[in-house]
C-alpha cells in the first residue's frame, strides 16, 4: 500500500508541477502578412478568390479533363507524395503514443557452472535459475516534451498533406499549359501550311509574271526562298509538337505517344480574376501551408530541445515469477516485483543538450525565414500571373489589329504587282510579316491561357 500511495503522490506532484512549466504555444508571426500585397493596376482584391474553385469549373474542355484525371491518378510524383504522407502518419502515430507507458515481457532461464574455489562452488556445482516477468515504465510529461514531440510530428504529418497538395497543384497547372501549348502549336502549324500552300501558288504566279517579262529570276528565287523559310518553320513546329507530346505523356504518367485534344480556337476558360485578399495564401497555397508546417514542427522541437534542460521524472516497477526449480516455478513464494521512481536531472553533458537547444534555435529561425521568403515568392507568383494576363490581353488586341493590316498590304500588294505598279520586295515583306505576326498573335492568345493557369495555381487553386 506504501508503494501505491507513493506513486499517486508523484504522479499527483508530476501534474502540479505540469500546471507551471509547460512548453511554449505555437501562434502564427504577426509580421508575417503586414506588408503582404498584390502588385496590379486594373484588378481589385476582394473576398472571391478563383482558387476556391475547383479545376474543373475552370477548365471546361472534356478532353483536359480527362486527361487531368489520368495525371492525378498516375503521375509518379503524386503517388510519391502519397507515401511521404503514410511515413509522416506512422511517426504522428508514434507521437501520440508517447503518453503511454511502455511494457516490456521477459522470458529467461539460466544454467550456470561454478567453479569450485568460486563463492558459491562449496554448495552448489551448478545452478538454475527460471524468470518469467514484466516490466513498466513511464514518463510525466512535466515540461511538455512530450506533447512537444506529439505536435512536431503532427506538423510534420499535416507538412506531407500539404506538400502532396503543392504535387497535385502543380501537376494540374502543368498539364494544362501543355496542352494549351499543343493546341496552340496546331494553330501554328495550320497557319504555316496554309502559307506553304499560297506560296507555291505565289511561285507559280512569279514565274508566269516573268514569262510575261513583268519580273526577273531574282523574284521567282526569293519567292522559292520565302516557300523553303515557311517548309523549315513547319518542321519545327512539328517537332516541337511531338516533343511536348512526349513531355505530357510522362506527366500522364505513361511513356510517350500521340496526345489527343480539341482546337485552340474553340477553348472556353473561366477568365474571372477574382484573387482574393493577399492573406488567402496562408490558408490557400499548398506550398505556403508547408512551409509554415515547417516552421511549427521547427518551433516544437525547440521546446523539446529545451525541456531537455530540466529534472525527468519516471516511474518503472517489474514484477514476475523467478525460480531456482522448475517445480517450485508457479508459487506464491516465486512472485517477486520491483518499484522505482526517479527523477533524473542533467548536470554535466558535454554541452550536448546546450548544443541541441542552439542548433533547434537556428533551425527555427531558418524556417520562419523559409516561411516568408515562401509567401513573398507567392505574392510575386500572384502579381506576375496578373501582369502577364493584362499584358497579354493589350498585346492580342494590338497584334490581331497588325495581322489585319499586313493581310491587306499583302492582297494590295500583289495586285499592285501584277499590274506593274509595285515592287516585288514589297510584296515579299508583306507576306513574311503576315506570317510572323499571326504566329505571334497565337503565342500573345497561349500567354493569356498560361497567365490564366499561373494566377490559379499561384493563388494555391487545383487541391480542393
Not at 477548365?59 to 503517388?79: M, P, S, T, W, Y
Not at 518503472?316 to 517477486?336: E, K, M, P, W, Y
Request: aromatic letters at 10%.
Amino acid at each position: 500500500m506504501k508503494i501505491i500511495f507513493k506513486s499517486i503522490f508523484i504522479i499527483f506532484i508530476s501534474f502540479s508541477l505540469q500546471s507551471c512549466f509547460v512548453a511554449k504555444d505555437y501562434e502564427r508571426p504577426e509580421e508575417i502578412t503586414d506588408e503582404l500585397k498584390f502588385r496590379t493596376e486594373n484588378i481589385e482584391t476582394d473576398t472571391n478568390n478563383i482558387a476556391k474553385l475547383s479545376w474543373k469549373n475552370i477548365f471546361e474542355d472534356e478532353v483536359l479533363q480527362q486527361h487531368i484525371d489520368e495525371a492525378l491518378e498516375n503521375n509518379q510524383d503524386i503517388r510519391i507524395a502519397l507515401q511521404q504522407i503514410q511515413i509522416a502518419n506512422s511517426y504522428f502515430k508514434q507521437g501520440k503514443a508517447g503518453y503511454y507507458p511502455s511494457l516490456n515481457v521477459n522470458g529467461e532461464y539460466t544454467h550456470q557452472e561454478l567453479a569450485p574455489n568460486s563463492q558459491f562452488g562449496s554448495f552448489f556445482s551448478s545452478l538454475d535459475q527460471y524468470e518469467l516477468s514484466a516490466s513498466l515504465s513511464w514518463e510525466a510529461d512535466i515540461w511538455g516534451k512530450i506533447r512537444s514531440n506529439k505536435r512536431a510530428f503532427q506538423a510534420q504529418y499535416l507538412q506531407t498533406q500539404a506538400a502532396h497538395k503543392a504535387v497535385k497543384t502543380e501537376l494540374i497547372a502543368n498539364v494544362a499549359s501543355a496542352y494549351f501549348q499543343l493546341m496552340a502549336l496546331d494553330e501554328q502549324i495550320k497557319t504555316t501550311e496554309i502559307t506553304i500552300e499560297n506560296r507555291k501558288n505565289s511561285l507559280e504566279v512569279t514565274k508566269a509574271l516573268k514569262d510575261a517579262g513583268n519580273v526577273n529570276s531574282v523574284a521567282v528565287n526569293q519567292t522559292k526562298a520565302q516557300l523553303h523559310t515557311a517548309e523549315a518553320i513547319l518542321l519545327d513546329l512539328e517537332n516541337d509538337t511531338k516533343l511536348l507530346e512526349n513531355t505530357l505523356s510522362i506527366l500522364l504518367g505513361k511513356t510517350p505517344e500521340k496526345i489527343v485534344r480539341n482546337s485552340f480556337e474553340n477553348q472556353n476558360v473561366n477568365d474571372s480574376l477574382m484573387t482574393g485578399v493577399p492573406s488567402d495564401l496562408l490558408e490557400n497555397r499548398p506550398d505556403v501551408i508547408q512551409a509554415e508546417y515547417q516552421f511549427i514542427n521547427a518551433f516544437e522541437m525547440t521546446n523539446v530541445a529545451k525541456s531537455n534542460f530540466y529534472p525527468s521524472i519516471t516511474i518503472s516497477a517489474t514484477s514476475g515469477l523467478q525460480s531456482l526449480s522448475l517445480s517450485d516455478f508457479i508459487s506464491g513464494n516465486s512472485i517477486f516485483a520491483t518499484f522505482i521512481g526517479g527523477l533524473t536531472q542533467p548536470i554535466f553533458n558535454r554541452r550536448q543538450i546546450k548544443t541541441e537547444y542552439e542548433v533547434a534555435q537556428s533551425e527555427q529561425k531558418q524556417a520562419f525565414l523559409n516561411f516568408e521568403k515562401t509567401l513573398i515568392t507567392a505574392s510575386k507568383e500572384v502579381s506576375d500571373a496578373i501582369l502577364n494576363y493584362e499584358y497579354a490581353k493589350k498585346k492580342i488586341k494590338i497584334k490581331t489589329s497588325e495581322y489585319e493590316a499586313y493581310q491587306s498590304a499583302v492582297e494590295d500588294s500583289q495586285e499592285l504587282l501584277k499590274n506593274g505598279l509595285a515592287n516585288y520586295l514589297e510584296v515579299l515583306n508583306a507576306r513574311e510579316n503576315s506570317l510572323n505576326t499571326k504566329l505571334d498573335l497565337i503565342n500573345a492568345e497561349l500567354t493569356k491561357y498560361n497567365a490564366m493557369i499561373d494566377l490559379y495555381r499561384s493563388l494555391g487553386g487545383g487541391w480542393q
